[in-house]
């Protein structure tokens, strides 16, 4: 028969309401977890189960903050985010181009694309920085 860790701890005995404190910072339940043996096995428990209270030496808050650093980390390092494609600006940089290369204003290229002027220019614009991103 293997026992479990939890009937291990030294903190079975004693009061539990210690551990269980409204406090997120119970520093005092926790320095008491020092030198435990099973504070390691504590500890992942209560990183994988959201536990209330403290658990393997570290508080609630102790815990979150581990938490938080893990879902952060990528595993192969920090990674940059993918741009979406900006469709809409690509084909209204296209059509404006076709447009503006019959003869045609920026001004009027915008009210044959029902589109306002400025709408065109930033779309435009968009689309020339996704092409020179793309490019290099």
């Not at 435990?36 to 209560?46: D, S």
Request: proline share 4%; hydrophobic share 40%.
């Amino acid at each position: 028969m293997t026992v479990d860790w939890t009937q291990r701890g030294p903190c079975r005995t004693g009061d539990p309401d210690r551990f269980f404190v409204d406090n997120l910072t119970n520093d005092a339940a926790a320095a008491l977890c020092r030198g435990c043996p099973i504070v390691q096995a504590c500890g992942e428990y209560a990183l994988r189960h959201e536990l209330y209270g403290v658990w393997g030496g570290m508080t609630r808050l102790r815990r979150r903050a581990i938490q938080a650093k893990a879902r952060t980390a990528a595993p192969n390092g920090p990674q940059k985010r993918k741009r979406k494609k900006p469709v809409r600006a690509l084909a209204l940089l296209r059509r404006s181009e076709r447009l503006i290369a019959a003869g045609a204003t920026v001004e009027t290229a915008a009210k044959r694309l029902r589109v306002s002027r400025g709408y065109l220019l930033a779309a435009r614009a968009r689309a020339r920085r996704h092409l020179a991103g793309v490019a290099s």
